[in-house]
T-cell receptor, first 116, second 112 residues
Framework: KAGVTQTPRYLIKTRGQQVTLSCSPI?????VSWYQQTPGQGLQFLFE???????NKGNFPGRFSGRQFSNSRSEMNVSTLELGDSALYLC???????????????FGPGTRLLVL | GQQLNQSPQSMFIQEGEDVSMNCTSS?????WLWYKQDPGEGPVLLIA???AGELTSNGRLTAQFGITRKDSFLNISASIPSDVGIYFC????????????WGLGTSLAVNP
């Protein structure tokens, strides 16, 4: 099976712009989670989508949003970019098969966003 | 955001040496996870621990779930150059298996 793919891999934007990142999960995986990774804060959970619905949400401002399509592909959007949004954005997919158990999350390579 | 306390922050060792790193929390966790991230890649799950006191191995890697449920340890034996990378501990936030809290990572460098 192909792994999790993320596009684009690198992106440069300026403050005030908006950006859309894309994630294609492993075939058959219905859950997609997004994380922001920075050197100072590490990996921070943004949100999780399952069956086109946001199921969990982290503590990020409303400028960060996402959605999931019927084929489980997901996008996240950041509006009104700030310098502090510069980070590696990681997407992870999993297959919610075991009730109550931990579902292994498989990560994509990430999109590195630089805001100038 | 909330984080786990992971130490050491970085390590520089000679090939063949053993490595130990740990992760602590002020809260109890029911699951401890250890990931490795290579440059330019996303994290990859190495070991998952589900029970206090559990000791689990994956090749040269061994991880333990602390008895207090507030800590976990990862050991790498006989390190090799491909062990280079950043090792993260993670755990489910408030029992939500899909919302993980992460340590800041231990960066490992191996001198061949």
């Amino acid at each position: 099976k192909a792994g999790v793919t993320q596009t684009p891999r690198y992106l440069i934007k300026t403050r005030g712009q908006q950006v859309t990142l894309s994630c294609s999960p492993i075939s058959g995986h219905r859950s997609v989670s997004w994380y922001q990774q920075t050197p100072g804060q590490g990996l921070q959970f943004l949100f999780e989508y399952f069956s086109e619905t946001q199921r969990n949400k982290g503590n990020f401002p409303g400028r960060f949003s996402g959605r999931q399509f019927s084929n489980s592909r997901s996008e996240m959007n950041v509006s009104t970019l700030e310098l502090g949004d510069s980070a590696l954005y990681l997407c992870a997919s999993s297959d919610p098969g075991l009730a109550g158990g931990y579902e292994t999350q498989y990560f994509g390579p990430g999109t590195r966003l630089l805001v100038l | 955001g909330q984080q786990l306390n992971q130490s050491p922050q970085s390590m520089f060792i000679q090939e063949g040496e053993d490595v130990s790193m740990n992760c602590t929390s002020s809260s109890i966790f029911n699951t401890w996870l250890w990931y490795k991230q290579d440059p330019g890649e996303g994290p990859v799950l190495l070991i998952a621990l589900y029970k206090a006191g559990e000791l689990t191995s994956n090749g040269r890697l061994t991880a333990q779930f602390g008895i207090t449920r507030k800590d976990s340890f990862l050991n790498i034996s006989a390190s090799i150059p491909s062990d280079v990378g950043i090792y993260f501990c993670a755990g489910p936030y408030a029992g939500n298996n899909r919302k993980l809290i992460w340590g800041l990572g231990t960066s490992l460098a191996v001198n061949p």
